[in-house]
T-cell receptor, first 117, second 114 residues
Framework: DQQVKQNSPSLSVQEGRISILNCDYTNSMFDYFLWYKKYPAEGPTFLISISSIKDKNEDGRFTVFLNKSAKHLSLHIVPSQPGDSAVYFCAPSEPAYMKTSYDKVIFGPGTSLSVIP | AAGVIQSPRHLIKEKRETATLKCYPIPRHDTVYWYQQGPGQDPQFLISFYEKMQSDKGSIPDRFSAQQFSDYHSELNMSSLELGDSALYFC?????????????FGPGTRLTVL
């Protein structure tokens, strides 16, 4: 049972435009969400996170939006750059005090972003 | 800033040999996670340690074992290696504090079994 879904396996965007990557989840206990970026044969790199007490978190070109009622979050990259081309993973987490199985990162297929120069 | 260190970065072994992968977490991080990424596959969680105790276990073969030491570094021991063990092995660390925490990943160790 997939608790995290990124329904777009790939996305192509022109350089300078906005990239929007979406993520849906089913577990209402998730209260912290992370986005990772991964290049082939390299370790995932932490990008940005958001806790459930917020609906938006911004860090430079990256903004993550959280809609708790819809169990949906999205990552916006503006402006997109060719170096952003990578696979992006949405990774949810349960509260640390619970220490259940979702303190590990569950990797799905992610979304492969290609930014075209 | 200090990152997660993994050693070695590359390792070549023969079938049925043993291998030991090492992970040095970010200073003051108390939790270590191990992941395996096979060719063309997504990273899969293997095992994690919190304050030197095993905290969670995923799809780790019985031939593999791991531990976290008093200095918080961790080692993944792999015995009776099989061709299918060839993969990228990632270690991640986090600090369980304040209710929320972020995992930071190392660069990975590429294991090739011949």
């Amino acid at each position: 049972d997939q608790q995290v879904k990124q329904n777009s396996p790939s996305l192509s965007v022109q350089e300078g435009r906005i990239s929007i990557l979406n993520c849906d989840y089913t577990n209402s206990m998730f209260d912290y969400f992370l986005w990772y970026k991964k290049y082939p044969a390299e370790g995932p790199t932490f990008l940005i996170s958001i806790s459930s007490i917020k609906d938006k978190n911004e860090d430079g070109r990256f903004t993550v939006f959280l809609n708790k009622s819809a169990k949906h979050l999205s990552l916006h990259i503006v402006p997109s750059q060719p170096g952003d081309s990578a696979v992006y993973f949405c990774a949810p987490s349960e509260p640390a005090y619970m220490k259940t199985s979702y303190d590990k990162v569950i990797f799905g297929p992610g979304t492969s972003l290609s930014v075209i120069p | 800033a200090a990152g997660v260190i993994q050693s070695p970065r590359h390792l070549i072994k023969e079938k049925r040999e043993t291998a030991t992968l090492k992970c040095y977490p970010i200073p003051r991080h108390d939790t270590v996670y191990w992941y395996q990424q096979g060719p063309g596959q997504d990273p899969q969680f293997l095992i994690s340690f919190y304050e030197k105790m095993q905290s969670d276990k995923g799809s780790i073969p019985d031939r593999f074992s791991a531990q976290q030491f008093s200095d918080y570094h961790s080692e993944l021991n792999m015995s009776s290696l099989e061709l299918g063990d060839s993969a990228l092995y990632f270690c991640a660390s986090s600090l369980i504090a304040g209710g929320w925490y972020t995992q930071y990943f190392g660069p990975g160790t590429r294991l090739t079994v011949l």
